[in-house]
C-alpha cells in the first residue's frame, strides 16, 4: 500500500501542473479542408443561422481536485446534398465569454455532405471548464440545417473518456 500512494502521485502530477498553451497556430481551414470547399456562391445569401456549441477543454473531477484536460475538435457538416453551405464564422470562447480565437478570415462554402473541422489540442486550455464555440452560417435557399458538434478526448491514468456536445441553433427567445 506504501507504494500506491507515491505512484499514483506520480501519475497525478503532471497532469494538475499543466500551464496554459500559448496562442494555438492558426488553422488554415482553406488548405486543410480544400477537398471539403468549393467557390462561393454567386447568388445572394437568403437564408442564414447560428449555433451556440458548448465545448469542455478542461473538467474538474474529484470533487473539483483535479483538473482533466481534453482535446476538442469542432465539426461542421453540410447535411445538404445539394447545396453548398456558407460558413461565415467560427469563434472559440473561454469560460468568461472573452474571445479567445477566430478561425475564419473569410467566409468558406463547404460541399453538399462535406465537413470542416478545428482542433483544440489537448495543451491548450485557454478556454477552460466553459469555452465555447459560435459558429455562423448561410446559403443561397432553403437548406438542410447543418450539424455542428464538438467532440472531446482525453483522460487521466489509465481511464480515457470522449464525449460530444451536439450545437444548439441560437434563436430569440421571448415576447413577440
Not at 470533487?63 to 482533466?68: E, N, T
Not at 446559403?139 to 480515457?160: D, F, R, Y
Request: charged share 15%; glycine share 8%.
Amino acid at each position: 500500500m506504501r507504494f500506491v500512494a507515491p505512484i499514483l502521485a506520480g501519475l497525478l502530477c503532471p497532469l494538475v501542473l499543466v500551464t496554459p498553451a500559448l496562442a494555438q497556430s492558426k488553422v488554415e481551414i482553406e488548405q486543410t479542408f480544400a477537398g471539403s470547399l468549393t467557390a462561393m456562391p454567386k447568388e445572394e445569401l437568403t437564408i442564414s443561422g447560428g449555433f451556440y456549441v458548448p465545448a469542455y477543454s478542461s473538467v474538474a473531477m474529484s470533487q473539483g481536485k483535479l483538473r482533466v484536460d481534453f482535446s476538442v475538435t469542432l465539426s461542421v457538416h453540410n447535411a445538404s446534398e445539394t447545396q453548398a453551405l456558407v460558413v461565415r464564422r467560427i469563434a472559440y470562447f473561454d469560460t468568461a465569454g472573452k474571445q479567445v480565437e477566430s478561425y475564419l478570415k473569410a467566409p468558406v462554402a463547404v460541399k453538399p455532405l462535406a465537413t470542416i473541422s478545428i482542433v483544440i489540442p489537448t495543451d491548450d486550455v485557454r478556454g477552460g471548464t466553459g469555452a465555447n464555440f459560435i459558429v455562423d452560417w448561410a446559403a443561397t435557399g432553403e437548406i438542410a440545417e447543418p450539424v455542428v458538434e464538438a467532440l472531446m478526448v482525453g483522460g487521466v491514468a489509465n481511464a480515457h473518456y470522449a464525449f460530444i456536445s451536439q450545437g444548439r441553433p441560437t434563436r430569440t427567445v421571448g415576447k413577440k
